[in-house]
């Protein structure tokens, strides 16, 4: 029987076990040139026992932020910056994944350079707000992506995992979940185009593959994992019945052989099992446990063979040794939910946290 704590082999390298850290927003990249800081680095190399760290959302360019404090990967400045941070995990034995994450209609004008507004598929606000440095400020209707954007956008993508490569990384981890951009253009009530990235299945999927294919020619598929949140409805995000969409998202790119596909998970775990069944390749799960933080019973998960791997979120932020102490039966710190923004996430793991 497969165990959580057996080697598997992810992006050619050799991990040391199937315990991965979930990406957590973090927003500690002060300064001007969203550049990484050596606090983080330590964050990281404290964590470097998992098998593989997957990092908080980078923006791939300067309209991709969203939230205060977020670190990019496109100027030189960040690519230097993130190389310490990939040299304290390496030194420590981990591997890491960097997230790339382009928030789209998530974020805000004053958290942009002068000029600039959030994007997105359609010109669809969210409801809600987002925390800025002036405090919490209602969503603005985002500016549509023309199409020359949307292949700018690609564009800048691929050149993010580039730099990602350059800087380290054992590999980069595409977002399309939780509501940012690529999930914007897979669900319904954000992409309203009637263009070719817009309007029936293969148009809705056609920004995620495209994003994909370009991030996989740049670095290689053994490189590149993607993120979905199927019916997630973080981020004002409606998808009513997610099968269809998904299911033709996973068809077309099964074959570009990723190193992995992460799933964070609704409440449907029949949803579960069948793009289980349909991904060929290696499947992360980052289990719903709402209203529990996910704990020890989770590791079950690769032994019944539901996943392949299985993500921890808000426990590895209390336990920054979390894989000893999950093999150990325990004790588990206790996380802090006063150190994450916001109201209901539904249990899910990857959202902002303040602290930790």
């Known amino acids: 029987m497969t ?15 199937r315990v991965v850290m979930a990406p957590m927003t973090r927003s500690r990249a002060f300064g001007p040139g969203a550049e990484p800081t050596e606090l983080m680095a330590t964050y990281y190399a404290q964590r470097a026992s998992a098998g593989l760290l997957v990092t908080e ?8 932020q969203g939230y205060p404090d977020t670190p990019g990967l496109h100027t030189p400045g ?18 890491i994944f960097a997230q790339l994450m382009h928030t789209g209609r998530i974020g805000h004008p004053s958290l942009l350079p002068e000029g600039l507004v959030p994007v997105a598929p359609s010109p669809v606000a969210a409801k809600g707000q ?4 002036q405090g919490p400020k209602e969503f603005v209707t985002p500016q549509e992506l023309t199409e020359a954007e949307i292949r700018q956008t690609v564009a800048d993508f691929a050149d993010a995992a580039r730099n990602a490569i350059e800087a380290g990384f054992d590999g980069v981890e595409l977002h399309g979940a939780n509501g940012y951009l690529i999930h914007q253009f897979l669900a319904p009530n954000t992409n309203r185009r009637t263009d070719a990235w817009g ?19 740049a670095i290689g598929g053994h490189r590149v994992g993607l993120r ?7 981020n004002d ?31 449907d775990r029949s949803l579960t099992a069948r793009l289980r069944t349909a991904w060929p390749g290696t499947f992360v799960l980052n289990p719903f446990t709402y209203p529990d933080t996910t704990g020890p019973d989770a590791l079950k998960l690769v032994e019944d063979g539901s996943a392949d791997m299985v993500a921890y ?9 979390l894989p000893a102490r999950l093999a150990a039966g325990g004790p588990f710190n206790t996380p802090d939910q006063a150190t994450f923004y916001g109201g209901d996430h539904r249990g899910y793991t990857d959202y902002p946290a303040l602290t930790g």
């Open 78 to 95: 960040q690519v230097q910056a993130w190389r310490t941070v990939t040299d304290a995990v390496h030194r420590e034995g981990g591997a």
């Open 313 to 321: 979120g808000a426990l590895f932020l209390a336990n920054p040794d």
């Open 199 to 217: 309007g029936d299945t293969e148009g809705r999927i056609r920004f995620a593959v495209e994003v994909v294919t370009a991030v996989t020619e």
């Open 130 to 133: 987002v925390y800025t440095h």
């Open 237 to 267: 995000i409606a998808e009513d019945d997610p099968t269809e969409v998904y299911a033709a998202l996973l068809d077309r790119l099964a074959p570009l052989d990723l190193a992995y596909l992460h799933l964070m998970e609704g409440p």
């Open 228 to 234: 979905i949140s199927p019916g997630n409805v973080y």
């Open 57 to 64: 959302g980078i923006q791939p360019s300067p309209v991709g």
């Open 3 to 17: 165990t959580a704590f057996d080697p598997i082999v992810l992006g050619g390298k050799r991990l040391t076990s």
